[in-house]
């Protein structure tokens, strides 16, 4: 799942 480009999170890492 990619998201735009937004600042980049911990969490978001374990979205992709």
Request: hydrophobic share 30%; proline share 25%.
């Amino acid at each position: 799942m990619e998201l735009p480009p937004k600042p980049k999170r911990p969490f978001c890492n374990a979205f992709t």
